[in-house]
């Protein structure tokens, strides 16, 4: 059977895994990408049409996970000990083309660990894994868990990742949806074990912002074990949400290193 597309017009976005903004008829590859923190698909909002300027052959997939978004009213999900397996199965019914990770921040341990399972259970690898603003899996946690913080003080803790405007973080009804889902986030990656494996057999890109405390770029290089393919270090100027002010750049980066474009 061919791969179900999973567009609004096939599955309800409120139960889709998948949210495809451009569906390509003729795409040669997807990407799948994996938002940071109380991210969803909106935080991939403007690169469908970067790509589109680029012609580029792949198709955007972008991942939509339970509490977010579109699936605010579903529960979220806060071990990721539950969640790849579950997200591994949805993102199989789409491994009909060559296919690469891109993962943001906590985006980036997610699609780490669902290359990871794919690799333990025989199934096809990622061309390409880009992980982006976040430190290498092994690493400790560099701050105390706050996923189990009041909401005043969560909030509090939210501004030091500079990602969420102040009028959003004074908003109380817009907190109070946000919080549950943005909990369970902060609880997938500070409750998360690394357990040793082999490393990856695809390569890895590590992106990364100068000035970004959360993910230097000793942090960053600190990824090169978990492969047994090419590594490299892409930094830029500003914050751990640097990738606003260099969309063009990395997304040229990431159709560079794509194999269907050779």
Known sequence: ????????????????????????????????????????????????????????????????????????????????????????????????????????????????????????????????????????????????????????QLIQELKRFDGTPSDVLENQQLMELFLPCLRADFSLNETYKYMDEAPLSCPITAFGGESDEEATTEMLQAWKIHTGSSFQVKTFTGGHFFVTDHLEKIIAEIDRLSSVRK
Not at 27 to 39: H, Q, S, T, V
């Open 1 to 152: 059977m061919p791969p179900t597309r999973i567009t609004s017009s096939t599955t309800s976005l409120k139960e889709s895994w998948l949210y495809t903004p451009n569906p390509k008829a003729n795409a040669r590859g997807r990407l799948f990408c994996f938002p940071y923190a109380g991210g969803g698909p909106s935080s991939f909002r403007q690169w469908p049409e970067a790509f589109d300027k680029r012609n580029s052959p792949l198709e955007l997939q972008i991942i939509s996970l339970p509490g977010h978004e579109f699936r605010i009213t579903s529960p979220p999900i806060n071990h990721l000990d539950t969640l790849v397996p579950m997200l591994s199965k949805e993102l199989e019914k789409q491994l009909d083309l060559p296919f690469y990770f891109f993962g943001y921040s906590l985006g980036a341990l997610i699609a780490f660990e669902v290359a990871r399972h794919f690799q333990q259970h025989g199934k096809k690898a990622p061309e390409h894994l880009f992980v982006c603003a976040k430190s290498a899996p092994h690493l400790p946690l560099r701050h105390p868990p706050i996923y189990q913080l009041p909401d005043q």
